[in-house]
Antibody
Framework: QVQLQESGPGLVKPSETLSLTCTVSGGSVSIYLWTWIRQPPGKGLEWIANIYYNESTNFNPSLKSRVTISVDTSKNQFSLKLSSVTAADTAVYYC?????????????WGQGTLVTVSS | QSVLTQPPSASGTPGQRVTISCSGSSSNIGSNYVYWYLQLPGTAPKVLIYRNNQRPSGVPDRFSGSKSGTSASLAVSGLRSEDEADYYCAAWDDSLSGVVFGGGTKLTVL
């Protein structure tokens, strides 16, 4: 059974960089694609970025200039960095596994981690 | 403003059939598969329907999906109290080269 677990600070100051890591167990990050999705409190889902096993990436155009996504096969982890955060970036951040390129199919999800942007 | 448009709410009584719509465009629903997710309060979303109308193992056949042109629908038949949740549609968007979600529909079982 594949399991994903997000980790990282729950509080980030405005203008700083949000950094999260997703640790994958029961499966390898060297196959499939890996994604970050967020959900502001009381609002809907927003896709952030994908990274494929071959390290090719896709980004939400509205966030692309601030997002870095990477994969570490030695640790079976992938990571998200979001720079210059504001209160609008406060959200529950989910990591998930995608099955195929060019689709919106995410079959395994982490439990989500709330990141609050506040001074 | 979400790229895919869903009604914010839907409701029905136990045993009824309810449908939730998802409207998009030629760059997303019109040319790619549609997915439906269910989200219970405080939990991560779970896929209900993949590739327009396929159910993952474990999803009851009370849930069904369809797609026509640039719109899709999720039908829930034999409504049960445990179906009360938020439902999201999703699709790949060729113009954005990314995944787009609907704004979500809160289903209430009266």
């Amino acid at each position: 059974q594949v399991q994903l677990q997000e980790s990282g600070p729950g509080l980030v100051k405005p203008s700083e960089t949000l950094s999260l890591t997703c640790t994958v167990s029961g499966g390898s990050v060297s196959i499939y694609l890996w994604t970050w999705i967020r959900q502001p409190p009381g609002k809907g889902l927003e896709w952030i970025a994908n990274i494929y096993y071959n390290e090719s990436t896709n980004f939400n155009p509205s966030l692309k200039s601030r997002v870095t996504i990477s994969v570490d096969t030695s640790k079976n982890q992938f990571s998200l960095k979001l720079s210059s955060v504001t209160a609008a970036d406060t959200a529950v951040y989910y990591c998930a596994r995608g099955l195929s390129a060019g689709e919106g199919y995410f079959d395994y999800w982490g439990q989500g981690t709330l990141v609050t942007v506040s001074s | 403003q979400s790229v895919l448009t869903q009604p914010p709410s839907a409701s029905g009584t136990p045993g009824q059939r309810v449908t939730i719509s998802c409207s998009g465009s030629s760059s997303n629903i019109g040319s790619n598969y549609v997915y439906w997710y269910l989200q219970l309060p405080g939990t991560a979303p779970k896929v209900l329907i993949y590739r327009n109308n396929q159910r993952p193992s474990g999803v009851p056949d009370r849930f069904s999906g369809s797609k026509s042109g640039t719109s899709a629908s999720l039908a829930v038949s034999g409504l049960r109290s445990e179906d009360e949740a938020d439902y999201y549609c999703a699709a790949w968007d060729d113009s954005l080269s990314g995944v787009v979600f609907g704004g979500g529909t809160k289903l209430t079982v009266l």
